[in-house]
Nanobody, 118 residues
Framework: QVQLVESGGGLVQPVGSLRLSCTTS????????TAWYRQAPGKQRELVAK???????NYANFVKGRFTISRDNAKKSAYLQMGSLEPEDTAVYYC????????????WGQGTQVTVSS
Protein backbone atom coordinates (compact mmCIF):
# COMPACT_ATOMS: atom_id res chain seq x y z
CA GLN A 1 0.00 0.00 0.00
CA VAL A 2 1.38 3.38 -0.99
CA GLN A 3 2.00 5.68 1.95
CA LEU A 4 2.50 9.42 1.91
CA VAL A 5 4.05 11.13 4.92
CA GLU A 6 3.72 14.87 5.30
CA SER A 7 5.77 16.92 7.75
CA GLY A 8 6.99 20.41 8.50
CA GLY A 9 3.83 22.08 9.72
CA GLY A 10 3.54 24.15 12.85
CA LEU A 11 2.50 27.45 14.36
CA VAL A 12 3.81 30.52 12.56
CA GLN A 13 3.07 34.22 12.78
CA PRO A 14 1.48 36.11 9.90
CA VAL A 15 3.94 36.92 7.09
CA GLY A 16 6.14 34.07 8.31
CA SER A 17 7.38 31.06 6.33
CA LEU A 18 7.27 27.28 6.52
CA ARG A 19 8.57 24.45 4.37
CA LEU A 20 6.46 21.33 4.13
CA SER A 21 7.80 17.96 3.03
CA CYS A 22 6.07 14.93 1.57
CA THR A 23 7.87 11.59 1.35
CA THR A 24 6.89 8.24 -0.07
CA SER A 25 8.56 4.93 -0.75
CA UNK A 26 6.81 4.17 -4.01
CA UNK A 27 8.67 4.52 -7.29
CA UNK A 28 5.37 5.68 -8.78
CA UNK A 29 6.40 9.07 -7.41
CA UNK A 30 9.06 9.46 -10.10
CA UNK A 31 6.53 9.27 -12.92
CA UNK A 32 3.46 10.88 -11.38
CA UNK A 33 2.41 14.46 -11.01
CA THR A 34 2.44 15.44 -7.36
CA ALA A 35 0.14 17.91 -5.66
CA TRP A 36 -0.35 19.66 -2.35
CA TYR A 37 -3.86 20.14 -1.01
CA ARG A 38 -5.21 21.74 2.12
CA GLN A 39 -8.33 21.47 4.21
CA ALA A 40 -9.39 24.17 6.62
CA PRO A 41 -11.90 23.47 9.40
CA GLY A 42 -15.40 23.23 8.01
CA LYS A 43 -14.23 23.48 4.41
CA GLN A 44 -13.60 21.05 1.59
CA ARG A 45 -10.12 19.96 0.66
CA GLU A 46 -8.72 22.20 -2.07
CA LEU A 47 -5.80 22.02 -4.47
CA VAL A 48 -2.91 24.32 -3.59
CA ALA A 49 -0.21 23.49 -6.12
CA LYS A 50 0.98 20.72 -8.38
CA UNK A 51 4.16 19.75 -10.16
CA UNK A 52 4.57 17.26 -12.96
CA UNK A 53 7.39 14.85 -13.65
CA UNK A 54 9.02 17.48 -15.85
CA UNK A 55 8.83 19.97 -12.95
CA UNK A 56 6.27 22.22 -14.60
CA UNK A 57 4.20 23.82 -11.86
CA ASN A 58 0.70 25.14 -11.39
CA TYR A 59 -0.70 27.11 -8.45
CA ALA A 60 -4.06 28.08 -7.07
CA ASN A 61 -4.63 31.80 -7.41
CA PHE A 62 -4.72 32.27 -3.66
CA VAL A 63 -1.07 31.17 -3.26
CA LYS A 64 0.52 32.49 -6.44
CA GLY A 65 3.68 34.41 -5.67
CA ARG A 66 3.75 33.18 -2.05
CA PHE A 67 4.19 29.39 -2.30
CA THR A 68 6.65 27.31 -4.31
CA ILE A 69 6.29 23.60 -5.00
CA SER A 70 9.29 21.46 -5.84
CA ARG A 71 10.29 17.82 -5.99
CA ASP A 72 13.33 15.59 -5.59
CA ASN A 73 12.84 12.32 -7.44
CA ALA A 74 15.95 10.75 -5.94
CA LYS A 75 14.45 11.23 -2.49
CA LYS A 76 10.88 10.52 -3.65
CA SER A 77 9.93 13.74 -1.95
CA ALA A 78 7.95 16.85 -2.71
CA TYR A 79 8.12 20.16 -0.94
CA LEU A 80 5.98 23.23 -0.44
CA GLN A 81 7.82 26.39 0.49
CA MET A 82 5.27 28.77 1.96
CA GLY A 83 5.90 32.46 2.48
CA SER A 84 3.94 35.58 3.38
CA LEU A 85 1.61 33.34 5.33
CA GLU A 86 -1.81 34.62 6.25
CA PRO A 87 -4.30 33.40 8.87
CA GLU A 88 -6.42 32.17 5.96
CA ASP A 89 -3.67 29.67 5.15
CA THR A 90 -4.41 27.81 8.38
CA ALA A 91 -5.30 24.24 7.42
CA VAL A 92 -4.13 20.67 7.36
CA TYR A 93 -1.90 20.24 4.33
CA TYR A 94 -1.76 16.98 2.38
CA CYS A 95 0.16 15.72 -0.61
CA UNK A 96 -0.91 13.15 -3.17
CA UNK A 97 0.14 11.62 -6.43
CA UNK A 98 -2.11 12.39 -9.36
CA UNK A 99 -3.55 9.99 -11.91
CA UNK A 100 -3.29 10.85 -15.61
CA UNK A 101 -6.73 12.40 -15.31
CA UNK A 102 -5.49 14.67 -12.54
CA UNK A 103 -7.23 13.03 -9.61
CA UNK A 104 -5.55 12.00 -6.36
CA UNK A 105 -4.73 8.32 -6.72
CA UNK A 106 -3.39 7.08 -3.39
CA UNK A 107 -4.75 6.95 0.11
CA TRP A 108 -4.44 10.24 1.96
CA GLY A 109 -1.78 10.52 4.63
CA GLN A 110 -2.27 12.13 8.01
CA GLY A 111 -1.38 15.57 6.72
CA THR A 112 0.50 18.27 8.57
CA GLN A 113 -1.17 21.08 10.46
CA VAL A 114 -0.26 24.66 9.59
CA THR A 115 -1.55 27.35 11.91
CA VAL A 116 -0.96 31.00 11.12
CA SER A 117 -1.67 33.17 14.12
CA SER A 118 -0.16 35.98 16.13
Amino acid sequence: QVQLVESGGGLVQPVGSLRLSCTTSTTLFIFADTAWYRQAPGKQRELVAKINSGRATNYANFVKGRFTISRDNAKKSAYLQMGSLEPEDTAVYYCNLLSPSGSPQVDWGQGTQVTVSS
